[in-house]
């Protein structure tokens, strides 16, 4: 019997926040469900890939595991510090994308590890990150801080890049009207410009009619997914999850929009052998690996409890699974199926 069993399915935390800052604060999300999963026992190795404001790990800890925390968010990491200084050692946090984890870690070195993908609360609600189109602030969008921030992306980018991008990660159907309207209002500087102009484009294309949601959401969903190559990430990341977890070891992802899921969800299937074979997409050597991933088990939704106590965790959704004892595949095939061009061990 597991710890985790021992100890019974761990209670969602009265919707108590795990980490706050400057009065923000974050509610885990699926947390009894990703704790329950995880199955540790006292002594485990259990890799938090997105430490965030530190719910997952709080509750790792507490089941008796020792905890590596990566976040690519340096202010993440410092909000955590206090946490991993009082742990004993038993919390060590990593400013780091979760696609470095096999690389800082090594191969076969822990038994468990928790994805909870995107951005917590604190981050959301900070207008100084420039995520949200709720508060104003710089243009930025950038977790770490570094590279091409959202106003280089909007006051640079063609119009055609602009348009899809809005398209393919925002699913966005006015993509070529808003892409038309950012290069002849350029430049943008705080959020709150730009939200407002997509208000302006998206609402005068429905004839002025209000929609349920702010009509700027889909618009920001596909900036911050193209600042942070959020799916590069995640496929790299399933990748080094692969590399760093032993045999019977856990995998928990939660994702927050299909797009995310999408590749979760087909990372697990292929790497489990449950897609059909023969696919003329993929080489025919991969057909044949051994699966490095039992079957997952069916996805889990927060309860009607959860999503009352918390309404952010509404797209939430987790995928498990356990891996075999097989050779990992690696980097250089691509999590969503597609053969990549370039051979590098990025995991
Ligand atoms: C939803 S929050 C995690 C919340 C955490 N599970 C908790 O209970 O407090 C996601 C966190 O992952 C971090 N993050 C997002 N993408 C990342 C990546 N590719 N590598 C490392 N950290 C990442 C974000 O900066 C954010 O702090």
């Known amino acids: 019997m597991s710890a985790a069993s021992r100890r019974g399915t761990p209670s969602l935390p009265d919707a108590a926040p795990a980490s706050s800052a400057q009065g923000l604060s974050h509610i885990p999300v699926l947390l009894a469900e990703v704790i329950g999963a995880l199955e540790i026992e006292p ?12 719910g997952y790990a709080k509750a790792a800890l507490d089941a008796g595991a020792i905890v590596t925390g990566f ?3 340096p202010r993440a990491v410092a909000r955590g510090t206090p946490m991993a200084d009082a742990s004993a ?3 060590r946090l990593i400013n780091r994308t979760f696609a470095g984890m096999a690389q800082a870690l090594g191969p076969a070195s822990a038994d468990a590890v928790a994805l909870d993908l995107g951005y917590s609360s604190i981050q959301m609600d900070d207008p100084a990150y ?5 508060a104003d602030g710089p243009l930025d969008m950038r977790l770490s801080g570094e590279g091409e921030s959202a106003a280089d992306f909007v006051n640079g980018a063609s119009e055609a890049e602009i348009a899809d991008v809005l398209y393919l990660y925002g699913e966005e159907p006015a993509a070529r ?22 208000r302006r484009v998206v609402k005068a294309g429905k004839g002025g009619k209000d929609t349920k949601r702010d009509p700027a959401t889909r618009s920001f ?15 790299r990341g399933l990748e080094a999850a692969e ?14 929009h299909s797009l995310e899921d999408r590749i979760v969800k087909h990372f697990l299937a292929e790497r489990s052998g449950s897609l059909p074979s023969g696919s003329r997409y993929l080489p025919e050597a991969r057909n044949v690996r051994a699966p490095t991933f039992e079957r997952p088990a069916k996805a889990r939704r927060p309860s009607d409890a959860e999503l009352l106590a918390n309404p952010r965790a509404r797209s939430a959704t987790l995928r498990v699974a356990r891996r075999t004892g097989a050779q990992a ?11 990549e061009t370039h051979g590098e061990d990025r995991a």
């Open 221 to 235: 969903q596909a900036i911050r997914i193209r600042v942070n190559d959020e799916l590069g990430e995640l496929e």
């Open 329 to 339: 595949w690696g980097a250089g095939t691509g999590a969503n199926g597609r053969a």
């Open 71 to 73: 976040d690519r968010d």
């Open 177 to 198: 009207r808003i892409a038309r309207a950012i290069v002849a209002d350029r430049p943008f500087r705080t959020t709150g410009e730009l939200a407002g102009l997509v």
């Open 243 to 256: 590399a760093v977890l032993k045999p019977g070891g856990r995998l928990a992802v939660v994702s927050f």
């Open 89 to 91: 050692g038993q919390l």
């Open 130 to 134: 420039g995520l949200s189109f709720q």
């Open 43 to 54: 002594g485990a190795h259990v890799v938090d890939g997105t430490f965030g404001g530190g």
